[in-house]
């Protein structure tokens, strides 16, 4: 969700605030504020009979946790899209666009942060709901933590079973706000930052963009190059993330960093207050690069399930994945963005009432941006699940030796150098840690939903892949093959395609095929 998040958060921040159109219902600026406000309680309603019809129940019967928290995602899913219909209401049919444009206005044009206005009633209502969902979130997490012992994923030892009997505190409400607003708004709104720097650099310095286009744009994409290698240093100071202390675990972590061939310069825990048991790979240099885990995480896992998750993050560096999606991303929205803009101005044109500019770009804006969600949902959608299965299958070879029959590993001596091993005990240690990630983070095993399953899958299908690799490890290679396939033609359709645009546009002069065919019309 973050990510979608983050392309919505970007693509209303494109337009001039002057696009947005004037609503039909009312004269009024201060009208259209009083209407999007309307529409934040209305959403935060919403929010709070999904929260307490979930709350109450988990209190009285927490032995339908799995059940309850399907329901709960589904609510979660609607309460989001009811957010986002409602905020989009806000901003076109109900003018609180206009009233920004009409009300933050001075002489010379619009005052510094108008989008940042623009999007605050979203950002509002986003707060509310999370600061409702609080109830719900705790009594998930207290449920998670009675449950957590009877939960069997091949047999787990006495001393976990005791120390996951203990429920750990889940904290405020404030500070589940904060910790929300770090995980899913502080990442999100930094390429809009970024994008709204631009803009007022363009509106300080008009002259300088007229004169010269190039130098500009080079300075912009060297900009977007350097944020983009600056991430994990942002991340850190973000998130608050610090270095594992010394002792056994990162020592075993830096040799299978070393025995795996992977280079970060550091390893980090994210203090999320017991709340979230994950690990991600931040960065794409090795000498900027930190692997980091939430302190649940290593509370809960052992030792070789924690060296197995890390082995997923390499696996994630090993196959390129960043960088991958960085190209595809960006060949994306070059293309899809050039698509859109000329099959607008060809259909703008014999429309049977004229547009004017404002109009026509709104046409523009908001046929990129369904068409961009979509794309984005449907073929990212699907590439990620597939490099999520990859590093799936790395984290096994992590924790794996290179006898196909093995009955299991004494020390970490027996795993196989440089992740070339695949066995029964290191898959089926991945298993383990699978299934501990969804029953402490009180994740449905088979239905989490469409916020939790939409880039990486549900639980119990890749663990039911893992499975047939078990069964017969040829699956592992033809799925392989497969990917390979896959990303290869994916990646040189953008490619022609990037090509082909560049070749089109060198050869027509740079005029705005909107504007002209709204010109023309007129």
């Given amino acids: 969700m973050p990510f979608l998040l983050m392309v919505f958060l970007v693509l209303v921040c494109l337009p001039e605030p002057e696009i947005w159109p004037k609503p039909l219902w009312t004269d009024s600026p201060l009208a ?103 109830d719900a979130e705790r009594a998930a997490h207290q449920a998670a933590h009675r449950l957590l ?21 889940f904290g405020s409400r404030a500070s ?26 363009q509106r300080l310095f008009p002259e300088l963009w007229k004169e010269s286009p190039q130098t500009v744009n080079f300075l912009g994409i060297a900009a977007v190059l350097m944020v983009f290698a600056a991430m994990p240093w942002i991340v850190r100071l973000m998130l608050g993330l610090t270095p594992m202390p010394p002792g ?29 048991a994950n690990a991600m790979v931040i960065g794409i240099l090795p000498w900027l690069r930190y692997v980091v885990f939430t302190d649940r995480l290593l509370e809960d896992f052992t030792p070789d399930e924690i060296e197995a998750v890390f ?58 941006v369904a068409v961009l969600l979509a794309y984005i949902f449907v073929v990212f959608g ?45 898959i089926n240690t991945f298993i383990r840690a699978l299934e501990k990630v969804a029953a402490v983070n009180g994740i449905s095993r088979d239905r989490p939903g469409f916020l939790q399953s939409w880039q990486h899958a549900s639980i119990g299908r890749r663990i039911e892949f893992l499975q047939q690799v078990l069964l017969d490890l040829r699956v592992e290679r033809c799925f392989q093959r497969r990917v390979f396939l896959f990303k290869a033609l994916l990646l040189l359709t953008l490619g022609s395609a990037v090509a082909c645009i560049l070749l089109q546009e060198a050869k027509t002069p740079a005029i705005d095929p909107i504007r002209a065919a709204t010109g023309k019309e007129r």
């Fill in 176 to 201: 589940y706000v904060l910790f929300q607003l770090r995980q899913k708004l502080a990442l999100a709104f930094l390429p809009v930052l970024l994008l709204l720097t631009a803009k007022e650099l």
């Fill in 248 to 276: 056994p675990l990162r020592g075993r972590l830096e040799a299978s960093a070393r025995r795996l061939r992977f280079r970060c310069s550091n390893i980090l825990v994210w203090n999320t207050r017991h709340g979230m």
């Fill in 311 to 368: 082995g997923h993050e390499v696996g994630h560096v090993r196959h390129h994945h960043m960088l991958y999606y960085f190209g595809f991303l960006t060949a994306s929205i070059l293309v899809l963005g050039w698509l859109v803009t000329h099959i607008a101005s060809a259909y703008v044109g014999p429309l049977p009432f004229a547009l004017d500019n404002q109009s026509s770009d709104c046409v523009s804006a908001v046929s990129l």
């Fill in 32 to 134: 259209c504020v009083a209407a999007a406000g309307l529409t934040v309680l209305l959403s935060g309603l919403h929010a709070f009979f999904v929260a307490h019809r979930v709350r109450m129940a988990l209190e009285k019967a927490p032995e339908l946790r799995e059940q309850l928290l399907t329901r709960y995602e589904r609510g979660r899913l609607r309460q989001q899209i009811v957010l986002l219909a409602f905020y989009v209401l806000a901003l076109s049919g109900l003018g609180w666009g206009w009233a920004v444009a009409r009300l933050w206005q001075g002489n010379n044009g619009p005052w510094p942060g108008a989008e940042l206005l623009i999007l605050s009633p979203f950002v509002i209502a986003q707060i509310l709901a999370w600061a409702i969902y609080y």
């Fill in 149 to 169: 012992a009877e939960v069997r994923a091949g047999g787990w030892m006495d001393w976990e079973r005791t120390h996951a009997a203990a429920p750990a505190s």
């Fill in 382 to 426: 699907f590439l990620s699940r597939r490099c999520e299965r990859q590093a799936d299958l790395f984290g096994c070879r992590a924790v794996s030796c290179t006898s196909p029959h093995c009955r299991g590993h004494e020390n970490v001596d027996d795993f196989a150098p440089y992740g070339q091993g695949l066995c029964p005990t290191g």
